[in-house]
């Protein structure tokens, strides 16, 4: 007989720090099956659940689908929805199942579990027994905690940031599976932890010491008896009691070795704590005056109000900068529900008077009244086009492009990932015609805009994802934690 393999994915990167909570009907917009709805042909060809799917078809194990619940990042999790997601997935497994592949992100949080990840399994151990294997593959922005690693025989995650590996991770998770169904390995997984966060501005692999730090994991996998070796610098929007950055190796029958190895690369990195917390970035203001006078296009990230991170995208700092601007060619999106409707609802061509943003003054969201024409009325389907979300669906929803002499505005009342120029392309704009075109990501945004971009910048602005961190009020946070507190 075959083996039966359960298969599943969860991906949310929740932001404690947003307002609101991701329900299940946010999932449905962005790629929620369940069950026999959940087949290959609907799943995005660069995706994690995608290559384990095709690894194995190819060995003909007999694949049980649970749930895909994909939405990239969003406010904390409703109880409701992580209850439906963990049903799901347990539910489907019996006494028949050989194993089990999950791509999880690893960075979620729910309304009563600050760790949904590690809960779903646990969960899932008790039910399928100590025995049968579980495989997971994990964003490398995943807060690893002892749950997880207590739960899980196999973890992988990302080796790029822009995250350009997807296919190659899932497929890393699903072989070493296969691997220990067939009883040619016996996975040990140790995972070395250190007590820091940092913003994402600085983890990319063009630059160093985050390169090195990827590579290091690369070059363990060489080594005798290490299967998998991750990095993993954990999403810091986040107030969960379990904060960390880590490393988490797989060994055959290995513990030494895989803690060896795990231990060299977090060791690595605590040299280095202090590069990764860095914030000598500019503000919105000074950073527009870059851009506009450097090669242009340019692209200007907002990096304190990153969807991609958990924020909404209601941010009106590059407005607010651009309206000294009008004669420049400058885009940008704004998230505004009660503007997005009466914008959608008024005449092509007609100036109307708005407040865009909802804010109190000062703040990264500060109302700001504005006159201007509405241009358009997108449809509002947005097709991704970077690395991250290559193949995945967003939606504006009620939206319009707005016009302030060159500037270009597209106001609308659903938050979407600004990590390529597919929103813009969605309103009709051509992303070369611009001078300047927002983005809203700290690193992710480099892929996507590279075919467009001539020079790219990173504004240090507040809102849910700021670079400085001392800017969020923590709560639940470890103590000591770096950047807080001074730990030698």
């Not at 495989?135 to 207590?150: E, K, Q, R």
């Amino acid at each position: 007989m075959p083996h039966k393999i359960l298969v599943g994915q969860f991906l949310l990167e929740a932001n404690t720090f947003a307002p609101g909570q991701t329900n299940i009907s946010d999932f449905e917009k962005t790629g929620l099956w369940i069950g026999h709805d959940l087949s290959r042909e609907k799943l995005p060809q660069e995706d994690e659940l995608s290559a384990a799917w095709d690894l194995f078809q190819e060995k003909n194990y007999e694949i049980i689908p649970s749930i895909r619940a994909w939405i990239g990042a969003g406010p904390t999790l409703n109880e409701a929805a992580f209850k439906l997601i963990e049903e799901e997935i347990t539910k489907r497994i019996d006494e028949s199942i050989s194993g089990v592949f999950l791509s999880l992100h690893g960075a979620a949080a729910a309304e009563s579990e600050e760790d949904p990840e590690g809960h779903l399994l646990h969960k899932v151990r008790n039910i399928l027994g100590p025995k049968k294997p579980i495989a997971v593959s994990l964003d490398c922005h995943a807060g690893i905690t002892p749950m997880m690693i207590n739960n899980a025989d196999i973890i992988t995650g990302y080796r790029t940031v822009p995250h350009t590996d997807l296919r190659r991770t899932g497929k890393q998770a699903a072989n070493l599976l296969c691997l220990t169904l067939d009883n040619e390995i016996k996975p040990v997984t140790y995972a070395s932890y250190k007590p820091m966060i940092g913003p994402a501005h600085r983890q990319d692999n063009e630059y160093e010491p985050f390169g090195t730090l990827m590579e290091m994991c690369e070059a363990a996998e060489t080594k005798k008896h290490i299967l998998s070796a991750a990095f993993f610098p954990s999403h810091p929007w986040r107030d969960v009691s379990k904060l960390s950055w880590s490393a988490v190796v797989v060994a055959d029958k290995k513990n030494k070795a895989a803690k060896k190895e795990a231990e060299k690369i977090t060791n690595y990195l605590w040299k280095f704590k202090d590069t990764f917390t860095e914030t000598d970035l500019e503000a919105m203001e000074e950073t527009l005056h870059l851009a506009l006078n450097s090669e242009l296009p340019a692209v200007v990230a907002d990096a304190g109000d990153s969807p991609s991170g958990g924020s909404l995208g209601d941010s009106t700092e590059l407005l607010r900068s651009s309206l000294k601007h009008r004669n420049r060619h400058i885009w940008m999106t704004i998230l505004d529900r009660e503007a997005a409707k009466i914008a959608s609802e008024t005449k092509l061509n007609e100036e109307i008077k708005l407040d865009l943003g909802t804010g109190a003054p000062q703040s990264f969201n500060q109302k700001t009244a504005v006159t201007a024409k509405v241009l358009s009325h997108p449809e509002g389907t947005v097709n991704y086009e970077a690395s991250l979300a290559e193949g995945k669906k967003g939606h504006l929803g009620k939206c319009a492009l707005l016009g302030i002499d060159n500037l270009r505005i597209i106001v609308h009342d659903q938050p979407i990932m600004l990590i390529d120029a597919s929103p813009y392309k969605t309103a009709g704009l051509i992303p070369e015609n611009a001078e300047v075109i927002q983005a809203k990501s700290h690193v992710s945004f480099r892929s996507g805009f590279k075919e467009i971009s001539r020079s790219c910048f990173v504004a240090n602005t507040p809102g849910p994802t700021p670079i400085d961190l001392k800017q969020l009020d923590y709560i639940n946070r470890p103590i000591p934690l770096h950047p807080f507190e001074i730990i030698s």
